[in-house]
């Protein structure tokens, strides 16, 4: 339920239908609902419906025919009266506003009036969000590498549960917005750490279906989201749900094991021993496991321990030509996919389709759409899995510019496709970066990138923002982005069935050995590293 979390802003903060509240000093107890609307609120000319944030000074008692009924042809054609309302005078909604809660019973906008005026707060609420899982992925990337992987996730998984629960119960926007960005920061703890715990234990060979796997956990919980959001219609209600389910991961998270490569290369090998012994046993291979040693371990990771002696920061991560290269590229990457992937998914209400249907659908087309680049990066490769998807987002969101705002079968069509696509990218670049980036430096690496995603969803509602001025810019910004990253992509090396690197120098003998193919590393350097992996398989 973490990515719960982080769209279940559609449904708390989704606009309801709302207008001017009536004149507080008139009676008109007499008339039906619809007679006082009509008689104090003016018609919105563009969708003839009532206007949001204009009401009459005064109420227009001549739209009333004789019989009390009214005809929109009467206020249209009617000279008199069109001269009349014409030169009404109108106020903002000085009583506040009435809402026409049919698809939630209540959400924040309901709450605090975040209408009218106050309206970019709405936008600007999910950017503080955003901005929490910024500062979380600086903060829990570096901590990571220090304290360790479970320690963090732990952490992780007690302020989400926390942080949730009080923004459940918040008594303003403000106090909203701060438990908000706290469980920002711990959604980006959540998922920097429990990556690192499985691109670190799982063996090399059935890593891009393990990482899909994981990835598909993502695609339930957008659809748990609008399942549990179909029956708790009061925001409230609804923000304490999705909160609950991490006292739980809270709990079980305290049997998991600490990453035996972390253990070691921050010397603590007889506990790396130990999970060692303790992931063979589980996994049925118990005679490998007992034949697994300090000396053994030691002997096989001389290399990463003797690397691993300084420390090590983000700083590292632009040291030589070739990490500078991979760090510039995944930035774009993910700036670009978080950027996109966000503007598509956090406005769902502007596809004119019921919200709950709508976040089924987004979240059901994840599946084929992981099924495809998973097939695809086994057999192509990480790099043309994740050019294309970048691409054919982009070219799909583009080609919805085009398309007339009637035809919202064809608009919901043409997203969905992008965001499938998004979605692949989002699956492929979680992997790739992981094992693009040596161990020494990987939490670093991936704070980093996730921390360009972030800032990519950070800016993709402000952009939302321009739509009010050039209706079509949105979508063009949305649609550029991924278009030039997936071209930035390109210079990115493979890493198809290549062992996953421990240190810096790893990285750069890898680019060496695809500059000059014919260079081949010392034999003690291939045999260390083949007992290294070999290690590792055994416990798995």
Known sequence: ????????????????????????????SRLSPEQVLLLTVPQDIKNSRPERCLRYAAPQWQLLSENGTYSPKVERDSSDDTDDLLDAELQGCKDGWE??????????????????DLRSLKQMGQTIYMGGVL???????????????????????????????????????????????????????LGLNSFSLIVEWIPTRVRTVVGTGTGYCYTMGQLILAVVAYFIRDWRWLTLAVSVPFYITFLYSW???????????????????KNLKTVARINGRREEGDRINLEM????????MSCSLGSYSVVDLLRTPTMRNITICLSAVWFST???????????????????LIQVIFGAVDIPAKVVVTVSMSIFGRRPSQCAALILSGVTILINILVPYEKQTVRTTLAVLGKGCLAASFNCCYLYSGELYPTVVRQNGMGWVSMMARVGAMVAPMVLLLGEAVPWLPGFIY?????????VAIYLPETLGAPLPDTIQDVDERSCKKLIPNASPKKEELDMKDTNNTLFKEAA
């Open 1 to 28: 339920m973490a990515f719960g979390d982080l769209l279940e802003q559609n449904f708390v903060a989704s606009v309801p239908p709302h207008h001017c509240s009536v004149h507080r000093n008139l009676s008109l």
């Open 99 to 116: 809402y026409s809660m049919t698809e939630m019973s209540s959400t924040i906008i309901s709450e605090w009036d975040l209408v009218c």
């Open 135 to 189: 500062v979380g992925a600086v903060i829990f990337g570096g901590l990571s590498d220090r304290f360790g992987r479970r320690f963090l996730l732990l952490i992780s998984n007690l302020l989400m549960a926390v942080g949730g629960t009080c923004a459940a119960f918040s008594t303003s926007f403000s106090v909203f917005c701060l438990f908000r960005f706290i469980t920002g920061m711990a959604l980006s703890g």
């Open 255 to 273: 049997w998991f094991l600490e990453s035996a490569r972390w253990l070691v290369l921050n010397r603590k090998s007889e506990q790396a021993v």
């Open 297 to 304: 371990l030691q002997d096989s990771m001389k290399k990463e």
């Open 338 to 356: 978080s950027f996109a992937y966000y503007g598509l998914s956090m406005d769902l209400q502007k596809f004119g389709v019921d919200i709950y």
């Open 479 to 487: 649609g550029v982005a991924p278009i030039l990253s997936g071209v």
